[in-house]
């Protein structure tokens, strides 16, 4: 994608570009988050424990990584609902951003809880990728950092 011409002194454009490049990395590991959130397959695992017996717990068979979880927070400024939740405490975003999965899991919507991640990375990659085709004053992207 051919990013439109920052406005800004030489100083703010070259800071812009480096934030810029940072979050198009982040961009790609959200990508790759979805598609390893869209692999439903589950497996059984046996979990030992000495006192109480062996148990078996149903897992994904792939799952995603502190880097992934890295790449949202990042990206979050383009998170759609991520505007006005910024200055809610933590724990009122974080219940708002997983509440709708938890209801739907509690309903018995299979895979509900990864369903809403895919839905919210994918909102979130949309708008950064909106953003890039059309932010073209460098302070914007010193503001997102």
């Given at each position: 994608m051919k990013l439109p011409k920052l406005t800004g002194s030489e100083k703010q454009i070259t800071w812009a570009e480096d934030i810029i490049s940072e979050r198009k990395e982040m961009a790609n590991r959200l990508e790759e988050a979805i598609k390893i959130l869209s692999d439903m397959s589950q497996h059984e695992e046996i979990v030992k424990d000495p006192i109480f017996g062996d148990s078996t717990r149903t897992c994904y068979t792939h799952e995603t990584g502190v880097e992934h979880d890295m790449a949202f927070s990042i990206l979050r400024s383009w998170w759609p609902d991520g505007g006005p939740q910024k200055d809610l405490p933590a724990g009122t975003r974080e219940a708002r951003l997983w509440g709708k999965s938890l209801d739907d899991e509690a309903a018995g919507i299979p895979h509900a809880a990864r369903k809403r991640r895919i839905e919210i990375y994918t909102a979130t990659l949309e708008n950064f990728?909106?953003?890039?085709?059309?932010?073209?004053?460098?302070?914007?992207?010193?503001?997102?950092?």
């Amino acid at each position: 994608m051919k990013l439109p011409k920052l406005t800004g002194s030489e100083k703010q454009i070259t800071w812009a570009e480096d934030i810029i490049s940072e979050r198009k990395e982040m961009a790609n590991r959200l990508e790759e988050a979805i598609k390893i959130l869209s692999d439903m397959s589950q497996h059984e695992e046996i979990v030992k424990d000495p006192i109480f017996g062996d148990s078996t717990r149903t897992c994904y068979t792939h799952e995603t990584g502190v880097e992934h979880d890295m790449a949202f927070s990042i990206l979050r400024s383009w998170w759609p609902d991520g505007g006005p939740q910024k200055d809610l405490p933590a724990g009122t975003r974080e219940a708002r951003l997983w509440g709708k999965s938890l209801d739907d899991e509690a309903a018995g919507i299979p895979h509900a809880a990864r369903k809403r991640r895919i839905e919210i990375y994918t909102a979130t990659l949309e708008n950064f990728r909106q953003a890039l085709a059309t932010e073209t004053d460098a302070r914007y992207w010193i503001d997102q950092r």
